[in-house]
């Protein structure tokens, strides 16, 4: 009840003009740029993290949550009319998507039912966010230094394992990330360090042109190889009045859309996995349960399931980034680098200290997701010719806009160094098969980490003992071992298999 | 154009950088100290530990893995293009430059008729001028014309 009435206070924050514009705008970008073939919610997120300095860091905030949060309708959009998903996590959605509409001819109701699911998922993930950010918060308020360690090391791992195919080059850019963030100052005493006698570096790497080129400039890298790919585009016209959906389609859609949203909340708030698991799992899952249509063939269900779990995941995933400081996902951790860029510290105090910021971002993402639904039917007749812009002719926007907003956050030409640097770096690791998404969290993550394991040492006088005398952290160092070893022994024990059969 | 060497030579990248901020953490920053507990250097030499580790078990999979990286020559022209920008800028200012390289970009190597080329520099104006310049107040920079204007 208690949550209800702080609910409502934050809408009381997040309904103000300024707000709800800013929620709209956001819904707006993020649907364009989550729509845009081979951008994805990360680059979207941080291409448009300098457009928020505008604002004060409530208003900037639910702006970027609209923007991330409109990122998972706009995916399902090309992946439903060109068979290509515009993010990872509408891989899932294209299996039924498209063959609704390429065999079907049924476009506008393939979009119709990931508007519809996703409205339905993310609204179970935001319900299930405003009981369980506060409960984390408070089991949060009883970590200490070492059972935050502890936590912040899960975090780190179980991104690194996740994504890639190589868990040892997860290891690998994780330090790198960590290293990185160390350059400048110490984080407790305050005093230089890594930073080569260069003026520059003394305030260490900044973090908005580091984002803008790890994942901005180097996607427009990549981005040249695909600017004169054929796609198999959906040539109907599309109307709202066209799309609308039978009461028996509605039914169809529903109980997998709730199923759905309950488990992609649940994956969403573990860290690491995120939106893409939570749209495999919601998939998977339906492929268990009765579908009219056989999945993969263009069926209702098919569409719903995957498409409530991400919009699930992706409101599930700001329970831990809220509540623990602890983003799941790449994107959360840009996110979370603007939530401190703004002075705001995520974690157990967060709803005690500044109950008007956490309330105002929870009650807008309700306010997001409905309006993010009305724009994603209201541009259902011009999304043919959204998508019909050629890539060669984004390579240049999405250049400048790289170019002007790392400029723009550090009002030198530093700012915009970083952005090539480490965009042309980022590339290097992309062709090389490193992950970069372990890179920018632990980048982010870095200096809590730092801070936290440094206090756990300076009160156990030295002795690593703090960390398995304690219950709480010892079962949080067990998770995190078996996170390290079971991959490793697993992986050890496949190529004994291989080389037996061999 | 494909390598497998930068397979290698990325590994071999990490381990020496993680020997440097080893070699600095441990002596120039310190590492512990008997009243203090952890110093400066405490937490990232031991992440580059880590890194030195990870890295040469990294080095030996590279050894293994035989699918080469592939660089096209497009892909380095973005590169150099982003280079560009940042060079001329210090010329003939941000905002020409800006418009410079979508015309040259477009019309030099997309080949691109002038209606989406303008439509393109259109969008550009309106996101560099319109938005940063405008709306959130950016000074850009003007290169050698701020001391003459």
Redesign the interface.
């Known amino acids: 009840m208690e949550n209800f009435e702080l609910l409502l206070r934050g809408f009381s924050v997040s309904l103000t003009p300024i707000n709800i514009g800013a929620a709209f705008l956001g819904a707006i970008l993020g649907l364009i740029v989550g729509a845009m073939p081979g951008i994805g919610s990360l680059a979207g997120v941080a291409l448009l993290l300098p457009l928020t300095y505008k604002f004060n860091p409530t208003t900037a905030i639910i702006m970027l949550g609209a923007l991330y949060y409109s990122n998972m309708y706009g995916g399902s959009f090309s992946a439903i009319l060109l068979n290509i998903p515009g993010d990872s996590p509408a891989v899932m959605t294209a299996l039924d998507g498209y063959p609704m509409a390429k065999k079907k001819k049924r476009p506008g109701q393939a979009l119709f039912t990931a508007n519809t699911a996703s409205c339905i998922g993310g609204t179970i993930g935001i319900i299930i966010l405003t009981f369980a950010g506060p409960a984390l918060a408070n089991i949060g308020l009883k970590f200490g230094p070492s059972e935050m360690t502890a936590i912040l090391l899960i975090a780190m791992t179980s991104i690194s394992w996740l994504v890639g195919e190589n868990p040892i080059k997860g290891i690998v850019i994780t330090a790198f990330g960590i290293l990185l963030a160390s350059m400048g100052m110490d984080t407790l005493s305050g005093a230089p360090r890594y930073d080569f006698g260069n003026m520059y570096l003394l305030g260490g790497i900044p973090f908005t042109p580091f984002v803008i080129g790890t994942v901005g400039f180097s996607q427009v890298i990549s981005l040249i190889n695909e600017r004169n790919n054929k796609t198999e585009k959906i040539d109907a016209k599309l109307s709202i009045k066209g799309s609308l959906l039978s009461r028996r389609e509605l039914k169809r859609l529903l109980f997998p859309s709730i199923r759905s949203g309950l488990l992609g909340t649940f994956v969403g708030v573990l860290p690491g996995a995120g939106a893409t698991t939570g749209s495999f799992m919601g998939y998977a899952v339906q492929k268990r349960f009765k579908s009219e249509e056989e999945l993969g063939t263009g069926a209702v269900e098919g569409i719903a399931a995957c498409e409530a779990a991400n919009n699930a995941a992706a409101a599930g995933s700001f329970a831990p980034l809220l509540a623990l400081g602890i983003p799941g996902s790449g994107t959360g951790a840009v996110l979370l680098g603007g939530l401190m860029l703004w002075g705001l510290s995520p974690g157990p105090l967060l709803f005690q200290n500044e109950p008007d910021f956490a309330w105002g971002l929870i009650s807008s993402l309700f306010l997001s997701n409905l309006l993010t639904l009305a724009v994603a039917i209201a541009i259902i007749p011009f999304l043919t010719k959204i998508l019909s812009v050629p890539t060669k002719y984004m390579i240049p926007i999405i250049t400048v806009v790289c170019v002007v907003g790392s400029y723009s956050t550090t009002y030198s030409m530093y700012g915009v160094l970083v952005m090539l640097l480490s965009g042309i770096f980022g590339y290097f690791l992309q062709k090389n098969d490193y992950p970069t998404a372990p890179m920018l969290l632990s980048f982010v993550l870095a200096p809590l980490l730092e801070s936290n394991m440094r206090k756990a040492f300076i009160i156990s006088g030295g002795s690593l003992n703090i960390f398995f005398t304690r219950p709480i952290t010892l079962v949080l160092m067990l998770v995190f071992f078996a996170m390290i070893l079971i991959p490793l022994v697993r992986s050890i024990i496949n190529k004994t298999k291989k080389g037996k059969v061999a | 154009m494909t390598s497998t060497k930068?397979?290698r030579l990325?590994?071999i990248i990490?381990i020496v950088?993680?020997l440097v901020?080893a070699y600095?953490g441990f002596n120039?920053?310190g590492f512990?100290s008997e009243v203090?507990?952890?110093l400066?250097?405490?937490?990232?030499s031991i992440?580059?530990i880590?890194?030195v580790f990870?890295?040469i078990?990294?080095l030996i999979?590279s050894f293994k893995d035989t699918k080469a990286?592939?660089?096209?020559g497009?892909?380095l022209?973005?590169?150099a293009?982003?280079?560009g920008?940042?060079v001329s800028?210090?010329i003939i200012g941000?905002v020409p430059t800006?418009f410079l390289?979508?015309i040259l970009?477009?019309k030099l190597y997309?080949k691109?008729p002038w209606k989406?080329t303008l439509?393109?520099l259109g969008?550009?104006a309106a996101?560099?001028i319109g938005?940063?310049g405008m709306?959130?107040g950016?000074?850009?920079?003007m290169g050698v014309f701020e001391n003459i204007l």
């Open positions: 930068t397979k990325t590994p990490f950088m993680g901020f600095l120039e920053f512990w203090d507990g952890p400066p250097g405490f937490f990232p992440m580059a880590v890194m990870a890295g078990v990294s999979q990286a592939e660089y096209n497009p892909e022209l973005v590169v293009g982003g280079i920008i940042f800028t210090f941000l800006i390289y979508i970009w477009l997309e691109a989406p439509v393109v969008v550009a996101i560099t938005v940063f709306w959130l950016i000074q850009f920079p």
